[in-house]
C-alpha cells in the first residue's frame, strides 16, 4: 500500500538548512516522490520531485537514498515565510492517486 | 494567468440538503483533480480528470458524491444528502500535460454540515 512517514513537526532557527525527511518504503520502482508544502489557509504548493537522482531547483534540494525507501527535503537557508505544513507525497502505482499523509509541520524560528 | 479559482468559498448547510462546489482550473491545463482535507490530515484524493475524462475515482467517491468536467475546462462537484462527517475543505489542483508533476491548487470550499 502506497503511504508515506514523516514526523509530524520540526523547529529551525532562521537562516539554518532544514532537513525534512519522510520514509517511502514501499514505493514502487517507476514512481516518483513529490514535495509540496502547504502554508496556513491556503492550498498546497509544487516544490520538487525526484525519481532516484538527487534534484535541486530554486526552493529546495531532495535527497533520495539509493535503495529509495526515503528521501530528505533540504531548505538551505530557511525563512519565517518557510514556515508550513511540508507533504511528501507518492502515487498508487498505475495510477493518478496522489498519496499526501499527515506532513511535517515546519516551524521556523527567528 | 489568474490561477485556479473555486467557488463559493465557504459554504454551510443542513445536513440532508445537496450543495455543488466549481472549480475554474488554469487555463490550458488538461488535468484537474479535486482532493478533500480535514483538520490537521493531509489532502485525500477523490478524483482525477483528463480533459473530460473522470479518469480516476476515490472508493471515498461515494454514491452521494459526483463530479463532472462537462467540456474539459470547469469542474463541478456535489454532494447529495450531506452529513456531517462531508464537513470539510474541498480543494481543487489543475495541472498542464507537460508539467503534470507540478499542480496548481485553488484555496478550496469550506463546507460546514450543521
Known amino acids: 500500500d502506497a503511504k508515506t512517514t514523516q514526523p509530524p513537526s520540526m523547529d529551525c532557527a532562521e537562516g539554518r538548512a532544514a532537513n525534512l525527511p519522510c520514509n517511502h518504503s514501499t514505493i514502487s520502482g517507476n514512481e516518483y516522490v513529490y514535495w509540496y508544502r502547504q502554508i496556513h489557509s491556503q492550498g498546497p504548493q509544487y516544490i520538487i520531485h525526484g525519481l532516484k537522482n538527487n534534484e535541486t531547483n530554486e526552493m529546495a534540494s531532495l535527497i533520495i537514498t539509493e535503495d529509495r525507501k526515503s528521501s530528505t527535503l533540504i531548505l538551505p537557508h530557511a525563512t519565517l515565510r518557510d514556515t508550513a505544513v511540508y507533504y511528501c507525497?507518492?502515487?498508487?502505482?498505475?495510477?493518478?492517486?496522489?498519496?499526501f499523509g499527515t506532513g511535517t509541520r515546519l516551524k521556523v524560528l527567528a | 494567468d489568474t490561477g485556479v479559482s473555486q467557488n463559493p468559498r465557504h459554504k454551510i448547510t443542513k445536513r440532508g440538503q445537496n450543495v455543488t462546489f466549481r472549480c475554474d482550473p488554469i487555463?490550458?491545463?488538461?488535468?484537474l483533480y479535486w482532493y478533500r482535507q480535514t483538520l490537521g490530515q493531509g489532502p485525500e484524493f477523490l478524483t482525477y480528470?483528463?480533459?473530460?475524462?473522470?479518469?480516476?475515482k476515490s472508493r471515498l467517491l461515494s454514491d452521494r458524491f459526483s463530479a463532472e468536467r462537462p467540456k474539459g475546462s470547469f469542474s463541478t462537484l456535489e454532494i447529495q444528502r450531506t452529513e456531517q462527517g462531508d464537513s470539510a475543505m474541498y480543494l481543487c489542483?489543475?495541472?498542464?500535460?507537460?508539467?503534470?508533476?507540478?499542480?496548481?491548487f485553488g484555496p478550496g470550499t469550506r463546507l460546514t454540515v450543521t
Open positions: 487555463s490550458e491545463h488538461n488535468r
Open positions: 489542483a489543475s495541472s498542464h500535460r507537460e508539467r503534470s508533476y507540478e499542480q496548481y
Open positions: 507525497i507518492v502515487r498508487f502505482p498505475g495510477t493518478y492517486k496522489y498519496i
Open positions: 480528470f483528463q480533459n473530460e475524462a473522470q479518469l480516476e
